[in-house]
Nanobody, 115 residues
Framework: QVQLVETGGGLVQTGGSLRLSCAAS?????MGWFRQAPEKEREFVAA????????YYADSVKGRFTISRDNAKNTVYLQMNSLKAEDTAVYYC???????????WGQGTQVTVSS
C-alpha cells in the first residue's frame, strides 16, 4: 500500500502560479495528477514515470503546467502557471503500477482561481 499526501493548494488570481506537491510513502511505476471541478467528472491532468521521467499532459494544460519528480524525496510536483478560472478544482495525486491503472489516490487539495 502506498500513501499519497498532497499539499500546496490555495487561492490564486487569474494568471498566477501555484505548485502542488505529492509525497509518496513508496514508489510506483508512474505518478499523476487529476482534478475534479464541481459537478464534473474527474479528469487527467499530467503524469510522469518514476524511471526515466517521461511526462504526459492533458491538452488543456500543455505549456502551462509542468510535472516533475524528486526521486530522493519520493515527491512529485505540479507547477501550475498562467492559471485560469477553469483550472479551479480539487486536485488529486495518484500512483499506478501499470500503464492503464491508477491504484492509489491522495485525499485531494483545493485550487481556486479567482478573476
Amino acid at each position: 500500500q502506498v500513501q499519497l499526501v498532497e499539499t500546496g493548494g490555495g487561492l490564486v488570481q487569474t494568471g498566477g502560479s501555484l505548485r502542488l506537491s505529492c509525497a509518496a510513502s513508496g514508489r510506483t511505476f508512474k505518478m499523476g495528477w487529476f482534478r475534479q471541478a464541481p459537478e464534473k467528472e474527474r479528469e487527467f491532468v499530467a503524469a510522469i514515470k518514476w524511471s526515466g521521467g517521461s511526462t504526459y499532459y492533458a491538452d488543456s494544460v500543455k505549456g502551462r503546467f509542468t510535472i516533475s519528480r524528486d526521486n530522493a524525496k519520493n515527491t512529485v510536483y505540479l507547477q501550475m502557471n498562467s492559471l485560469k478560472a477553469e483550472d479551479t478544482a480539487v486536485y488529486y495525486c495518484a500512483g499506478g503500477w501499470t500503464t492503464s491503472m491508477w491504484d492509489y489516490w491522495g485525499q485531494g487539495t483545493q485550487v481556486t482561481v479567482s478573476s
